[in-house]
């Protein structure tokens, strides 16, 4: 038996520099934990990380039944502070990000000047003049580089503070009754009656403590469901971590791997760097047009994506072919995987397309993937065939996401 | 821990369990994917195995194990005929993670030619752990 590996987050697939330039693996500030918790560890940009713990499909499902603890301490933090902050991200990033509120979330991406897409990250505007900017593992010496080089001129400070923090996630429909039952966590006490997580809204945060050391609790995530993201002091992590799992463990919440993540992901429909996103992708052609804010001021890559926005609506023909983000289902139990071509048939040899990320998906029980695909084919319900090592199969075009939480 | 020394391996992770024969010369196998494969899958969704009758070739590709992340190709161990694929796997893939050295069995072969293959001890050299233990 021989084993190709797709599908799990895999920076390698991108032009981007990953972090792994040295042999020498990076761990986790909760590697302890992990290898306590038995889970089998995959390289990830670099670092080692957990890929599961028990059973990939164990995990997803107790996301979406339950809960799942994550860590992603692999991820990269920037701290971007100073009087011109917001301004700064304006110029830098693709959102008006001097739109959000104190305490809100933004999701954005870090374009190219040419408009390609270098970076997905999700902003917290943390205070007035202050910004935590949170960005992929593989991308994280890339992003830290263009902020810093895009600040000139601008009176802000830009600081990798990756190394000061560890990222918790606690996914899924519980999510909230067990951070709430976390030991541990204080809250500034600013409600009477009502806990801070209540009140606290889907892509908002708010400053926390945990042994006394400052917490930022984020209503934020990627698996589609209800979840938090802690970042927390390294030194804190473990403790966090523990605390978490005893309070959540009664409630469902089981240890989760990049294995799941992904596939939770998936489901959810949400692009990930280096399958759905990268250098050669323009926003609108990721489905996320929505992300760029052309009313603001000057930002790097909208001349470019101008252009292209001008051409197109002249009909010039000038792009390249522009293959769109498009959601596939399929039938049986094969998944289509990411590098796969599409077909408009069975007999047609003229790829129009190719998966970029695709699985079994545990919660719907049929394959289920997105591609890349030339737009005149990508009208929900048209039907495809894709190759599978050899073997042509039918694909036909969904909505995204596949899977959506039943919200209350 | 079980003893797996009866058991014949590949460096592709393929274990091979001779039948046992009344006149002591076996031309049977059962060939399945050791605990340590399943454990690097991860959770198996898929199994693609050939039908009964199909004429398989030392070394050649005659199946497929899809887990969530990875696509792992099944290589036949020995030259012969399949005498009967596990249906039980097919409708429940799982069982390859829960129990790879029983149910979790995906082939049995009728063979002409049987390879050298390695031994428990080798095999387990070669992954570098207990990797057969389940």
């Known amino acids: ?408 | 821990m079980t003893d797996y020394s009866d058991l014949k391996f590949t460096a592709e992770h393929e274990w091979v369990r001779l039948d046992a024969a009344a006149d002591g010369v076996s031309t049977r196998a059962t060939i399945g994917i050791t605990a340590y494969a399943a454990e690097k899958l991860g959770d198996v969704v898929y199994v693609d195995l050939p039908d009964e009758g199909s004429a398989i070739a030392d070394g050649a590709v005659v199946g497929e194990i899809e887990s969530t992340k990875s696509v792992g190709e099944l290589f036949a161990p020995l030259t012969g005929v399949v005498l009967e694929k596990n249906s039980a796997v097919e409708e429940s893939p799982e069982l390859v993670n829960s129990d790879p050295f029983g149910e979790g069995w995906l082939i049995r072969v009728e063979f002409t030619e049987l390879p050298e293959l390695l031994s428990y001890a080798d095999y387990q050299a070669l992954t570098g752990d207990d990797g057969a233990s389940a």
């Not at chain 1, 992929?136 to 802000?156: E, I, P």
């Not at chain 1, 596939?263 to 990930?272: C, F, N, Q, S, V």
């Not at chain 1, 049929?366 to 929900?380: C, G, I, K, N």
């Open chain 1, 1 to 408: 038996m021989t084993e190709a590996p797709v599908g799990v987050e895999n920076p390698a697939r991108d032009e981007g520099p990953a972090r792994d330039e040295g042999p020498e693996p990076v761990f986790s500030p909760l590697n302890a934990v992990h290898l306590a918790a038995g889970a089998s560890f995959t390289d990830f940009a670099g670092w080692q990380m957990p890929v599961r713990y028990t059973s990939d499909l164990a995990e997803h499902r107790a996301v979406r039944t339950a809960a799942g603890i994550f860590d992603l301490s692999h991820m990269a933090e920037i701290s971007v502070a100073g009087p011109d902050a917001a301004a700064f991200l304006d110029f830098a990033l693709a959102g008006l990000l001097s739109a959000t509120a104190v305490g809100q979330a933004k999701y954005s991406l870090l374009l190219d000047h040419d408009g390609g897409i270098i970076d997905d990250v999700v902003a917290y505007r943390t205070g007035e003049t202050e910004f935590l900017v949170v960005a992929n593992a593989g991308n994280h010496a890339v992003a830290v580089g263009a902020l810093l080089k895009r600040a000139a001129g601008f009176d802000v400070l830009v600081s990798d503070v990756s190394d000061q923090l560890a990222l918790i996630a606690v996914q899924g429909p519980a999510a909230r009754e067990i951070v709430k039952a976390t030991a541990g966590i204080e809250f500034d006490a600013d409600t009477v009656d009502d806990h801070p997580l209540d009140s606290l809204k889907y892509y908002w945060c708010r400053p926390a403590r945990y042994a006394n050391k400052p917490l930022l609790v984020a209503r934020t995530g990627y698996t589609g469901e209800d979840g938090f993201e802690l970042y927390v002091d390294v030194a804190s992590a473990e403790a966090l971590w523990n605390a978490v799992v005893e309070a959540g463990v009664p409630l469902g919440l089981v240890p989760a791997g990049l294995a799941a993540r992904d596939t939770l992901r998936l489901e959810a429909g949400m692009p990930l760097y280096g399958h759905e996103l990268g250098r050669a992708t323009r926003p609108a052609q990721a489905g996320l047009g929505r992300v760029v804010n052309f009313a603001k001021e000057d930002f790097v890559g909208r001349a470019a994506l101008e252009a292209i926005s001008e051409s197109a609506d002249q009909g010039a023909g000038e792009m390249d072919p522009a293959r769109v983000l498009v959601g596939l289902r399929g039938a049986g139990k094969r998944a289509a995987r990411a590098d796969y071509e599409l077909f408009e048939t069975t007999e047609s040899t003229t790829p129009i397309g190719v998966i970029t990320s695709g699985v079994l998906s545990p919660t719907l029980g049929f394959p289920v993937a997105m591609a890349y695909l030339d737009p005149q084919f990508s009208a929900q319900g048209t039907e495809l065939s894709v190759d599978v090592r050899g073997t042509r199969l039918p694909l036909t075009v969904t909505a995204l996401p596949f899977y959506r939480r039943k919200r209350d």
